[in-house]
């Protein structure tokens, strides 16, 4: 399925995007993304930044800079939260605008084991603690 630029989340950036995620950096080639709801401590989402709908669309420069992308950003939160492992999500049934999930995973946290949720719904926070767990991560980037 390729969605149209004109019905994308990403490419929109309207208030369904906000409701869901806070933007906190542009790299390369992408824009990173702290996910609101936080059962997964530190979840962020790095989406490229045109209208592609899959990795393999990307010329290999263009490629291997959005992977870099996503290599600093999850190194930054590792630096930062020192989760046990970080997961990598890249579905996009039903939206296909090119982006990776990254939701780190803890010892006896939720989900550890297994395959994340993509919303579970558990975990908000105040926009002060938002604010910390994006300093966090900026700090490493």
Do not use: W
Not at 4 to 9: A, E, M, Q, S, V
């Amino acid at each position: 399925m390729y969605s149209d630029p004109k019905d994308c989340l990403y490419c929109q950036n309207n208030e369904t995007l906000h409701s869901l995620m806070i933007e906190f950096a542009q790299l390369r080639v992408s824009r990173v993304f702290l996910f609101k709801e936080q059962s997964y401590r530190g979840r962020c989402l790095v989406a490229y930044k045109d209208h592609v709908n899959d990795l393999n669309e990307l010329s290999d420069e263009d490629r291997n800079a959005f992977m870099a992308d996503v290599a600093q950003v999850t190194r930054a939160m590792q630096k930062a939260f020192n989760p046990v492992k970080i997961n990598y999500g890249a579905y996009s049934d039903k939206l296909s605008h090119l982006h990776f999930h990254l939701a780190p995973k803890y010892e006896g946290g939720l989900d550890f084991g297994g395959t994340f949720q993509m919303n579970p719904q558990q975990t908000y926070l105040s926009d002060e603690e938002y604010q910390q767990l994006i300093d966090a991560i900026k700090k490493e980037l």
